[in-house]
């Protein structure tokens, strides 16, 4: 066989782990090559494409982003895109593609499977939210940077008596919020799970400020008021699956906190920073994981699905499972984080 294979959709520690452990199993275990298609979906749209070698992907397992490149491309959008995806895949002898994304990879790889495309695909979010899998690669390391960061707000925050408001990734759910917030110690972790009322957030927080004299808010861009259903937005413009660039919430909440609780409050948006850098070693170890065993389920013709973590064994499940809807995150976990508020 000759397996393509794609990146797409944000970038994420441990992708390149999923690359190298693609190449390795493909080429050693079954004699397949492997082509890399470059920045996503674009890449086979445009015929981007290079030969990945066992030299092309060593010493790549400790490095962040993907040597592929990525991109946004919903290729579903245009028929001639369509069109030139057939004729790539054909010109390139592709028997096989390995889809590494979130939601939006999967769903443009379950629209190809549908037209008879042998596809397999690899979840890879730092926000946890894919359904039908435990974990995701990339979100270990996202909560590992953020729960460093509020560790270092934490003494800015009581040397001066502020409340620190952390705006974190997660539009639809607030995994990284919730896990990186309980691990960090934070006194308030809002979520898009369940809508904020500003009025009991800074009751709660001037209950802390009586006993000591700082705090820490941790919220996730996606998060709404109780009073509206409407994001907080950078940009109106849409990409090409429909999603607006969210963030500035952080700011909102931190000078409604301000203005109601009287207490001086600061705004630190972590943004990029959480997609960078190094993976974890668990993240690692997952993506790799995750690389062979994509690379077994098209051995095994396993097409039209997505690996997954499931109780610690790696499973398949039909992609039109995966991409159904967004894991949210367990209230169980939540209510853990809850008794820490205030």
């Known amino acids: 066989m000759n397996i393509g294979i794609l990146t797409g959709g944000g970038d994420c520690p441990g992708l390149n782990a999923v690359i190298r452990a693609v190449v390795r199993r493909a080429r050693i275990t079954y004699n397949w090559d492997v082509i890399g298609i470059r920045n996503g979906w674009n890449g086979l749209v445009d015929g981007e494409v ?42 390139y002898g592709i028997s096989a593609l390995l889809a590494v994304g979130g939601d939006d ?3 443009v790889a379950l629209h190809f499977h549908k ?54 990734m997660g539009r639809h759910s607030g995994w990284i919020a919730v896990m990186s917030g309980i691990a960090g110690g934070a006194d308030m972790i809002i979520i898009p ?46 990409d090409e699956f429909g999603h607006i660039r969210l963030g500035g919430i952080g700011y909102l909440i931190g000078d409604q906190i301000e203005k109601i609780t009287g207490i001086e409050t600061r705004v630190t948006i972590l943004g990029h920073t959480q997609r960078g850098g190094s993976p974890t070693a668990y993240d690692r170890v997952l ?40 894991k949210n995150v367990d209230m169980k976990l939540y209510e853990i984080a809850e008794i820490f508020f205030g």
């Open 50 to 91: 290079e030969p990945l070698t066992l030299y092309a992907v060593s010493g790549i397992l400790h490095r962040g982003g993907t040597i592929l490149g990525t991109s946004r491309k919903n290729p579903t959008l245009e028929h001639e895109d369509i069109e030139r995806i057939r004729d790539n895949i054909r010109r």
């Open 287 to 326: 993506a790799t994981r995750f690389g062979v065993a994509a690379v077994d389920a098209l051995h095994r013709k396993e097409y039209g699905k997505m690996v997954a973590l499931r109780s610690e064994e790696i499973i398949t499940i039909p992609l039109e499972e995966a991409v159904l809807k967004n």
């Open 193 to 238: 799970e369940v809508p904020y009322d500003i009025h009991d957030v800074c009751e709660k927080l001037m209950k802390r400020h009586e006993l000591k004299k700082f705090s820490i808010v941790v919220v996730a861009e996606g998060a709404k008021s109780a009073d509206s259903d409407e994001h907080i937005v950078q940009d109106e413009k849409l």
């Open 105 to 107: 990879t999967l769903s």
């Open 115 to 168: 037209e008879g495309l042998p596809i397999v695909g690899v979840p890879k979010t730092i926000d946890n939210d894919i359904y039908g899998t435990d974990f995701t690669f990339g979100f270990n390391t996202a909560m590992s940077t953020v729960t460093e960061a509020i560790d270092r707000l934490h003494t800015t925050a009581e040397s001066h008596h502020r409340i620190m408001v952390v705006e974190v």
